[in-house]
């Protein structure tokens, strides 16, 4: 999968993602409390996919 490039810069996020879906989900992920993907996707109500949330947070371990 892609998002195993994005820590490690090799790929940037916005390479795979929209400029402000990626900010907008930057800020949703930092500010909730989960401890697995779906979890999280419950949280916002299933707005966004699994692959997407994947992304962002793989960006968010590389210091985003």
Do not use: W
Request: a positive charge; zero cysteines; glycine letters at 4%.
């Amino acid at each position: 999968h892609l998002s195993y490039f994005i820590p490690t810069g090799e790929i940037k996020l916005e390479d795979l993602m929209d400029q402000e879906k990626a900010k907008i989900l930057r800020k949703l992920v930092k500010s909730s409390k989960f401890d697995t993907i779906t979890e999280l996707r419950s949280q916002l109500s299933n707005k966004f996919s699994y692959s997407e949330l994947r992304l962002v947070i793989e960006d968010l371990k590389g210091g985003s």
